[in-house]
T-cell receptor, first 114, second 112 residues
């Protein structure tokens, strides 16, 4: 399985600011995803990060709010823009190879917005 | 659309008790099914998986069988330990885009 790291592991931010979360994988992977886990809730897919092209967003998530980059096969960033307290969540990146049979998750970034 | 429904928690058991966490799904086609576990303060770990009907996934004493006729993937363990205390998520993938759809999670608490 791939080893996935995320930075920062946690942060406390002020309303109206933006935070960029990094996801680094120790090997090249086909697919990278970003999920959100709101307090006490399940995980919801934000978008699929596509290498060399724009991310594919799920219903209810937009690029202006959650811009995503994926410059290569081992790295991606998610930015949470113009934050409000409702954005307080754990943000997780995950990776998979083309077979989709296994998807592995990073440790998550715990974000608190005041 | 595709969806996953898990039994509500929290589930509280005594050590060495038998565990069942129910999971049912709605999906078109032939999804793959997964159980993930999230220990306190940690990230999500893949516990087991099954990719076709009648497959049994197993790991660390946990088992789940992919039942297409009942659209279920119940998680079982014969004898739980305190260290099994965690939140368990059932999930499916439609194998077409990699997207995972998660159930709401079931918190398990095992008492000594």
């Amino acid at each position: 399985s791939a080893v996935i790291s995320q930075k920062p592991s946690r942060d406390i931010c002020q309303r109206g600011t933006s935070l960029t979360i990094q996801c680094q994988v120790d090997s090249q992977v086909t697919m990278m995803f970003w999920y959100r886990q709101q307090p006490g809730q399940s995980l919801t897919l934000i978008a699929t990060a596509n290498q060399g092209s724009e991310a594919t967003y799920e219903s209810g998530f937009v690029i202006d709010k959650f811009p995503i980059s994926r410059p290569n096969l081992t790295f991606s960033t998610l930015t949470v823009s113009n934050m409000s307290p409702e954005d307080s969540s754990i943000y997780l990146c995950s990776v998979a190879q083309r077979s989709y049979n296994e998807q592995f998750f990073g440790p998550g970034t715990r974000l608190t917005v005041l | 659309g595709n969806s996953v429904t898990q039994m509500e928690g929290p589930v509280t058991l005594s050590e060495e008790a038998f565990l069942t966490i129910n999971c049912t799904y709605t999906a078109t086609g032939y999804p793959s099914l997964f159980w993930y576990v999230q220990y306190p303060g940690e990230g999500l770990q893949l516990l087991l998986k099954a990719t076709k009907a009648d497959d049994k996934g197993s790991n660390k004493g946990f088992e789940a069988t992919y039942r297409k006729e009942t659209t279920s993937f119940h998680l079982e363990k014969g004898s739980v330990q305190v260290s099994d205390s965690a939140v368990y998520f059932c999930a499916l993938s439609d194998n077409q885009g990699g997207k995972l759809i998660f159930g709401q999670g079931t918190e398990l608490s095992v008492k000594p």
